[in-house]
């Protein structure tokens, strides 16, 4: 059974840096593409971060390109998301997802397989 479950979320004023993680059990996470999404209250899910199973390719929504970094461990089964020069407009449940399909990370969500419970990140201004 694919399990995702995040962690490293939290409360950050404005221009602070968070890195929220996810680890992986129950897949070859070696074989997964991985990203990272978030839903603001109100607000439909959005992609944030992609990449690919070997982590030689990586792919960022405009929004976060140049402050957020994605990162993984396949010895480890660990997603990482480096988010630095955070903004109130970064505020969500970020969630990681897994897709087993591609190798190529992608932004589509409804092209991921599994999905962590997600973790809050809060930043004031």
């Known amino acids: 059974q694919v399990q995702l479950v995040e962690s490293g979320g939290g409360l950050v004023q404005a221009g602070g840096s968070l890195r929220p993680s996810c680890a992986a059990s129950?897949?070859?996470?070696?074989?997964?593409?991985m990203g990272w999404f978030r839903q603001a209250p109100g607000k439909e899910r959005e992609f944030v971060a992609g990449?690919?199973?070997?982590?030689?390719?990586?792919i960022y929504a405009d929004s976060v390109k140049g402050r957020f970094t994605i990162s993984r461990d396949n010895d480890k089964k660990m997603l990482y998301l480096q988010m630095n020069s955070l903004k109130p407009e970064d505020t969500a449940v970020y969630y990681c997802?897994?897709?087993?399909?591609?190798?190529?990370?992608?932004?589509?969500?409804?092209?991921?397989?599994?999905w962590g419970q997600g973790t809050q990140v809060t930043v004031s201004s």
């Open positions: 997802a897994a897709d087993r399909t591609r190798g190529s990370p992608v932004v589509l969500d409804s092209e991921y397989d599994a």
């Open positions: 990449i690919s199973w070997s982590g030689d390719i990586t």
């Open positions: 129950g897949l070859t996470f070696s074989m997964y593409a």
